[in-house]
């Protein structure tokens, strides 16, 4: 689900580094250099990608895999649990882990032997199994919401419970706070300019309506605009995720969601939390690391160890306001579901993760490791006098160019640097370390190890070893 909003500082071509302690010069000559590095090992992988040109748009298959750091992206032979392998047999640690897709280590085993079982029995058949139950338990379990529908992704997730909230409450509009991501759904492309208007966010492509028209946007952790916007009775929901995590992390402040449940309730709007990042935060998310009540709550990704799959679960009373008026006839027209959502193979998948991958076992040696790299970033910020923080969500964290964490997702795209943070993660690459693109952001697996993590940190103190000297 990345979706990078870039910062005023980087509107201009080539981008600056004011502000951060580091001279715009020496990211230059240091990148330069990183580039030529990297090139030179990496021959078959620029081989490969030569020849993609031909037949994909930037030779990737997908359009974000053009924004890797380097002059091409890496071609992936082999991956397994925290390491995988490029074209040109170089072995890297994995702290990007596909965006949180391979948050459960690339390939686990119990993964990987339910999805073939379940392959030689049938992939799809729009038809339950009994994998589908147990999935919906294992959820509710976790997250608290007894009634759960099955989707291809957290897109897909997002989308169908904005239908239902506005079908449910007959309001036009959804909420989100300012710099959110939220997949490829319409109505969340919308941030707020230096006059507090809805507008396109940066690089919106093909919006169906100007995203005024159906959304509304606060700042993060700003209870005074969330409780004038939901006062004019015009907000189906509030899509939020607990945490912001796409354009850096941004934790919220004592008494936010608290507010945020009161407001939401008080004005009949239905809250829905995304969790497909911030599962991150223990076995049920920040829902149940933090006694959290949403209406609604949505989840993709990681749930399949890299199978596709979402999911979203509902309260009792709005599972049951949709069964009433929704009629059967209709079940299959109204822009909900799809032909290859529940099916066998992604449910199997699902069930082996929840059960044995992502376990609350799991997720106690990842949160340490979470801990451990924020540490030892932190400490080499400190030792090297450089004005930056580190940000921890449970088993992932990030540090940015900001001498303080911010508040709000106007603060986080604000203190983004795009030319710094290429060099950085080209410099982690050549280092044998993969970060998560469009952030300086690491995750913890199943499979991390304390050396991983230890890694990282060597690395990161004498890429900045040599910016500040």
Known sequence: MSGRLRGP??????????????????????TEREE?????????CAALHERARASMPGGVPMSWMAKWAGPFPLSVATASGSRF?????????????GDTGAMTGHSPPAAVA????????????????EDAAVVAE??????????WQFTLSATDAN????????????RPRVLVADACYHGSVDETFATLDREGRVVPRRGNIGPPVPPSATTSVVQFNDVAALERELAT?????VLMEPAMTNVGIVLPEPGYHEALRSLTEQHGTLLVLDETHTLCAGPGGMTAAGRLRPDVVTLGKALGSGVPCGAFGMTAEVADRVRRSVELEDVDVGGIGGTLAGNALSLAAMRATLQQVLTPDAFAGMLPLGARWAEGVAGVLADQQVPWHVTRLGARAEYAFAPVPPRTGREAAAADDFPLQTLLHLSALNAG??????????????????EDVDRHTTAFAAVLGELVA
């Open 9 to 30: 500082g980087a509107e201009v071509a080539g981008g600056d580094a004011s502000g951060t302690g580091v001279d715009p010069a020496r990211v230059v000559a240091l």
């Open 36 to 44: 030529a590095v990297f090139a030179a090992r990496h021959q078959r």
């Open 85 to 97: 392998t490029c074209a040109d047999g170089v072995e890297f640690v994995d702290l990007c882990l």
């Open 114 to 129: 339910a999805v073939a079982r379940q392959a030689a029995r049938g992939i799809t058949l729009m038809l339950p199994t």
């Open 138 to 147: 294992e959820l509710t379990s976790r997250f608290g919401l007894p009634q």
């Open 159 to 170: 989308r169908h419970v904005v239908r239902y909230a506005r079908h449910l409450t007959g």
């Open 233 to 237: 009775g015009e907000i189906a929901c």
């Open 433 to 450: 370390i993969l970060l998560t693109p469009f952030h300086n952001m690491a995750l913890m697996a199943p499979t991390t190890t304390a």
